[in-house]
């Protein structure tokens, strides 16, 4: 029961009370006296009435006072722990991305130069070695373009956890004038179908409007239905201080009980046993839209394509 309600009741209950039994009280008790002292005892029962009833709300208000009090000390410890907790979990974040950077700058020279050596054997044992040779070496070359990839997006994933506080006002159309710039070869190779809608502003960071939109774009074009055209459709729409971009494609869409695990790392979801990709690219756009102050979701259908939802500040 709500405190305000208990006092209530309290007050009521003994005021009825109080007023039925005192008056009876009064008039049996002072029957034989003049109605002016049955009156004057009457109201100087009233006062004291008034006296201990404000006594009484006083100690219980005192009493819900101290109780609220305490629910605040708890809520002021516990807020010190969350802040605790987040210092350290924001700590051991920054050291593990540290450790990333190291370990992938570390780890980008020996698989440059393996790469390196690798294509120059090839090349020079071209028509020397049987072909189920060359065709070994090249599959490890590719491997070797392989890792070099997952290194790359690694050290980009490591770098968004603290991204630029440069805020402008950004240009979608020329956001996405670029992006098709950077996939003009797959988009004519492929005969993509793209629609465009005039899209507004938003705050946020140029490159990195680019960085997420190019990833969207290559997801669709990388789990396209290879038995019909791909079409990819961009439009958007604006509501309050938000404006929510549409990336909707006919693709071979996501299964539902993975929908909410494609934005994490190295989640990387294909038909068959072969999965494509390094399972970075939604996890770089998550980390991206929500470093900008944004969200980012999907919605999917098997059989029918996808749509990503990017909701940004306007």
């Given amino acids: 029961m709500k405190a305000s ?51 009484l709300l006083y100690f219980l208000i005192q009493k819900q006072y101290k109780y609220l009090d305490d629910k605040l000390k708890e809520l002021e410890k516990g807020n010190q722990i969350i802040e605790q907790e987040r210092l350290k979990s924001d700590h051991t974040r920054k050291q593990l991305d540290q450790f990333i950077v190291v370990a992938s700058h570390d780890l980008a020279g020996p698989v440059r130069q393996s790469q390196g050596f690798l ?4 090349r020079k044992n071209q028509g020397k070695l049987p072909q189920n040779s060359i065709d070994f070496l090249q599959l490890t070359l590719d491997n070797f373009l392989k890792i070099k990839t997952i290194i790359n997006d690694l050290t980009m994933f490591s770098q968004l956890s603290d991204l630029d506080k440069k805020v402008e006002l950004v240009s979608l159309d020329e956001v996405f004038e670029k992006v098709l710039h ?25 490159k990195y409007f680019i960085q997420l939109f190019d990833h969207l774009i290559a997801n669709a074009i990388k789990f396209k239905d290879i038995s019909r055209p791909l079409n990819i459709e961009v439009s958007a729409t604006t509501k309050d201080e938000f404006c929510t971009v549409e990336v909707r494609d006919n693709g071979r869409g996501i299964p539902i009980e993975n929908i909410d695990n494609v934005f994490y790392i190295l989640k990387r979801y294909d038909y068959g046993f072969i999965k494509r990709g390094t399972g970075m690219g939604l996890a770089i756009c998550k980390r991206i839209t ?10 999917s259908t098997i059989g029918k394509g996808s749509v990503f939802y990017v909701k940004l500040r306007v």
């Fill in 290 to 299: 929500e470093g900008l102050g944004g969200q980012i979701w999907a919605d």
């Fill in 119 to 122: 294509e120059l054997f090839i």
């Fill in 182 to 206: 950077l996939n003009s070869k797959k988009i004519t190779e492929q005969q993509i179908e793209l629609k465009i809608d005039p899209l507004p502003n938003v705050k946020g960071d140029f």
């Fill in 5 to 55: 309600l208990k006092i209530s009741l309290i007050y009521i209950v003994a005021g009825t009370f109080w007023i039925v039994w005192s008056n009876n009280f009064i008039e049996y008790f002072f029957a034989n006296y003049s109605r002016e002292t049955i009156d004057l005892i009457k109201d100087l029962d009233n006062i004291l009435y008034v006296l201990l009833t404000g006594i």
